[in-house]
């Protein structure tokens, strides 16, 4: 470990410009962790999988993955996670005193904007067949043109018990898609803000009718997606019953500019906070035997629709683990509300980086850097959920990580974003700082990140969950 880890900053101003006062093994670590993220994003075309990546993970560190039903029980030193609908988790480590510490929770979400393939989802036209698909999320869709494009998701397949479908998870991983952009030529206003019809403009290519993969001119017409699926799955295609599938571009995450200062990749927002969580979590298990409270990873999905689900922010999933930890550490119902004031929750999710081609978009006096580390956001409609007291805490667990800590607020006359925050923090009355590291182009396909931000993020939650 390098002396960053703990550092006592003489004076605090000076972790503001860190990126040059990093110790070359510092750089190092921040070089490897962002590898190991890009590695991971590429592991995580959607939340399921980003869920089993993760579960992988924990299960190579000892965390021991808990039964939905499993009566728990569990002491100081536990460390273990619970999944819900393959795509939400939450992870925790008990910490020397956890019934009289409350919970430090570091939350974020796992899915991301997406093109979502319809149920009936063959459409033919004009001799090509071509994938329908509905929105998931706020894509920015324009980035979605021209791209090789790959699906990914879950598959529910028959089984013997009609109350539990057989779930396979499937990341098809060839460029099976692509949807050209129309020639500049047929519609010269492309370049002036065109709109994009979310009905009829974005359904990606999947082959020509006559040249498909098993079309049988001979045999009876068969569903080529779902003939495709089975393909993959080695199963019948009549066994199969449903999916949730998404695109996502193929092309690997990867270093770029002149000095690897960015990362560019699908699903930064937020694969890059979930991503920072765990390695947090993980690293702190093994080097913070002494931490008092309960350390919780809360990976909660669908925030991109609202978090509305039974795996979403808004679920009572979230608060009942939490109360279920409590129990199963042999407290009880009063041990658990009493453990909300001595908690306190960083919920992740990315930041806007002040855009050089459009630096009208930044309020003057608060303008976030890329590399600049970690993004406290904060907004009077309390579309975040960062107060002066939840933002003072983190100021203080980045300063003692010794990481730079830069602060957002949207320009008055734009309304900007949410996240978990706010909905978490009505569900789990405990102080709660919004932040995020930022990043351009959110919401794009391909999102431009700095290549030592998440380094710094990871430095300030492993010292959160240290405590
Ligand atoms: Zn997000």
């Not at 890059?272 to 008092?292: C, R, V």
């Not at 009063?334 to 855009?355: C, E, G, K, N, T």
């Not at 602060?407 to 700082?433: A, E, Y």
């Amino acid at each position: 470990m390098s002396d960053l880890h703990n550092p006592t900053p003489s004076n605090p101003s000076a972790t503001l410009s860190a990126s040059h006062s990093l110790s070359s093994e510092a750089k190092a670590q921040a070089r490897k962790s962002c590898e190991d993220l890009l590695a991971f994003l590429q592991q995580a075309p959607t939340a399921w999988q980003a869920v089993a990546a993760a579960s992988k993970r924990l299960d190579q560190a000892a965390f021991t993955q808990h039964d939905p039903g499993e009566h728990l029980r569990l002491q100081p030193g536990d460390k273990g996670y619970l999944v819900q609908n393959s795509s939400a988790l939450l992870a925790f480590r008990i910490g020397q005193n956890p019934l009289t510490s409350g919970f430090r929770i570091f939350g974020a979400h796992s899915d991301s904007p997406a093109l979502k393939v319809k149920p009936q989802a063959v459409a033919p036209s004009e001799g090509v067949i071509r994938l329908a698909v509905e929105v998931y999320g706020g894509p920015l869709l324009n980035t979605w043109f021209d791209r090789p494009l790959s699906l990914a998701g879950r598959v529910t397949l028959k089984s013997d018990n009609p109350l539990q479908p057989q779930e396979r998870l499937l990341d098809l991983k060839d460029p099976l898609l692509i949807l050209p952009n129309l020639a500049i030529h047929m519609e010269n206003k492309s370049n002036d803000g065109q709109k994009i019809e979310r009905q009829k403009d974005i359904l990606p290519f999947l082959c020509l009718e006559d040249g498909g993969l098993t079309v049988d001119k001979q045999a009876q017409p068969r569903d080529i997606f779902k003939d495709l699926l089975a393909d993959r799955l080695a199963c019948q295609p009549e066994d199969i019953l449903d999916y949730e599938l998404l695109t996502y571009p193929v092309e690997p995450p990867c270093f770029c500019g002149l000095n690897d200062d960015f990362i560019s990749s699908g699903r930064l927002d937020n694969l890059s906070m979930f991503k920072a969580g765990l390695d947090a979590l993980i690293t702190a298990s093994d080097q913070a035997p002494e931490a008092q409270g309960i350390q919780v990873l809360l990976v909660t999905d669908n925030e991109e629709v609202g978090s509305r689900t039974k795996q979403g922010a808004a679920s009572l999933w979230v608060r009942d683990c939490l109360e279920r930890l409590v129990l199963a550490l042999g407290g009880d119902r009063q041990d658990f509300l009493q453990a909300f004031p001595r908690s306190f929750m960083i919920s992740a999710d990315l930041a806007h980086a002040v855009h050089p081609n459009y630096p009208e978009k930044a309020d003057p006096g608060h303008r976030p850097k890329v590399n600049g580390g970690p993004v406290i956001k904060m907004a009077a409609s309390q579309s975040y959920a960062s107060d002066a007291k939840s933002a003072a805490v983190f100021r203080q667990l980045a300063q003692a990580a010794g990481v730079p800590c830069q602060t957002f607020i949207n320009r008055s006359d734009m309304r900007g974003g949410s996240t978990i925050g706010p909905i978490s923090s009505t569900l789990l009355p405990m102080s709660t700082v919004d932040v995020g590291n930022p990043i351009w182009g959110m919401h794009s396909c391909r999102e431009t990140g700095g290549s030592l931000d998440p380094y710094y993020m990871t430095q300030v939650i492993q010292h959160f969950f240290s405590l």
